[in-house]
């Protein structure tokens, strides 16, 4: 089947298979269709259907909120039945060489195990190997529940054949409660991608900043690891703020720890706790990272003041503490260009 988008710049052309989502057969051709979440819920993958008949998979889907007219759909949620002509409000251009086109894999899922009582990390094994960047995400789905679900690679490294997750249990989530309520190991999952343009290159050439909460982490973790693997830390500063309630709810610590170690000084770590402080035991036992109160873009908010020159920040977590520190940024003048995250939740 043809499918046609007609952009703000010029018309993109692309073939599709019987049931594929229109989003994903683009930009697995390459061409930049416009998307954030990739699985429903944030509408910014909205398209017009001109011509010919769509089938939408989710018709209930939070994004549907942001369509206006009788012929909106998201191209996320929707594929086509034949040939079809649509429209999106956006400037959509083809990848630049060299980037990361996002496919879909099979995968098994194996060595999950609870972090805190809420927190998992798993690995999903790959039936074929990919490339991707540090600080993207794949969309998952997983058998018996509709639709995909958003992840965070924790893991960096080109042709992968596996990809580290860790995964919050959200209450109420079906994916949740399918994940959480029994052992999973085994499992068979679909997987597609990468996505996300909160990536981090060495040739940037800029300190970084990231500010974190909770499972928000798992993208920093790949952009902390392409950076030491690159000796990033010898010529540019990393400062790093995760977020906890309280100390319970902590992990990681002990790989920031040693990556804090591998990458000397220039790397600082601080973690933020929302609900109390860190005992003297606690900070004795991790002595290489910073612990300060608060919330956590309150605590970056303190601890970069008059240090902005030349930074690249990445933002993750829940959207309040990410909408949060957007504006700590904004009105700490960091141009909009050089904040970066993505909105999959």
């Not at 909106?72 to 990848?95: I, N, P, T, W």
Request: hydrophobic share 40%; with cysteine; proline share 4%.
């Amino acid at each position: 089947m043809k499918i046609q988008i007609n952009a703000r710049n010029r018309a993109h052309h692309f073939e599709a298979k019987p049931a594929d989502k229109i989003l994903f057969s683009g930009l697995s051709q390459a061409v930049g269709l416009p998307y954030e979440c990739g699985s429903g819920t944030c509408g910014t993958c909205k398209a017009r259907l001109l011509s010919g008949e769509i089938d939408d998979a989710w018709p209930d889907a939070p994004g549907r909120k942001h369509l206006k007219h009788a012929d909106d759909f998201l191209m996320c949620q929707c594929s086509a039945r034949g040939d079809v002509s649509v429209e999106v409000a956006s400037f959509v251009e083809d990848f630049d060489p060299g980037m990361c086109v996002p496919a879909g894999v099979k995968g098994r899922i194996r060595n999950s195990r609870l972090l805190t009582h809420d927190v998992m990390d798993l690995h999903i094994d790959l039936d074929t190997p990919m490339d991707f960047d540090a600080g993207q995400f794949m969309l998952i789905r997983v058998p018996g529940i509709d639709g995909y679900r958003g992840w965070s690679m924790v893991n960096y490294e080109r042709g992968a054949r596996s990809l580290q997750f860790v995964v919050k249990n959200k209450p109420g989530g079906k994916l949740s409660d399918w994940l959480f309520s029994t052992p999973r190991d085994g499992a068979e999952v679909e997987l597609f991608g990468p996505l996300g343009s909160a990536t981090f290159y060495p040739s940037i050439a800029k300190d970084i900043l990231c500010i974190a909460g909770g499972s928000g982490i798992a993208g920093m973790m790949a952009i902390l690891a392409r950076a030491a693997g690159e000796n990033y830390f010898a010529e540019h500063s990393g400062n790093i703020f995760f977020g906890f309630r309280s100390m319970k709810d902590s992990f990681y610590l002990d790989v920031l720890s040693r990556l804090r170690a591998q990458c000397g000084a220039k790397l600082q770590v601080t973690v933020a706790l929302s609900d109390g402080a860190a005992s003297a035991s606690d900070q004795a036992a991790y002595p290489l990272l910073g612990f300060d109160t608060g919330f956590v873009h309150l605590a970056a908010e303190r601890h970069m003041q008059g240090r902005y020159q030349g930074v690249r920040a990445y933002l993750a977590g829940p959207t309040p503490a990410v909408d949060a520190s957007v504006r700590m940024l904004l009105m700490s003048r960091v141009s909009s260009d050089n904040i970066r995250y993505d909105k999959f939740s």
